[in-house]
């Protein structure tokens, strides 16, 4: 069961699946309400979380603490 937006916490690493694709990133910090700086484990990009969902989420949505 995907673990909701609500319980992202700053420092934790967090696995997102999106419609086959696989995001491993650290949340960094949390300007505003419900949108948040994360950094990518693999490629260190830095970017905002909503960039990840801009288009929607898809039937194989899941998100896990790593």
């Known amino acids: 069961m995907a673990i909701s937006f609500d319980n992202l916490r700053k420092g934790k690493k967090y696995v997102m699946e999106n419609y086959g694709e696989r995001f491993e990133f650290q949340v960094l910090d949390m300007p505003e309400e419900g949108n948040y700086l994360v950094k990518d484990l693999h490629t260190l990009d830095v970017f905002m979380l909503n960039d990840l969902i801009r288009y929607g989420r898809g ?5 896990q603490e790593l």
């Open 59 to 63: 039937k194989d949505f899941d998100m």
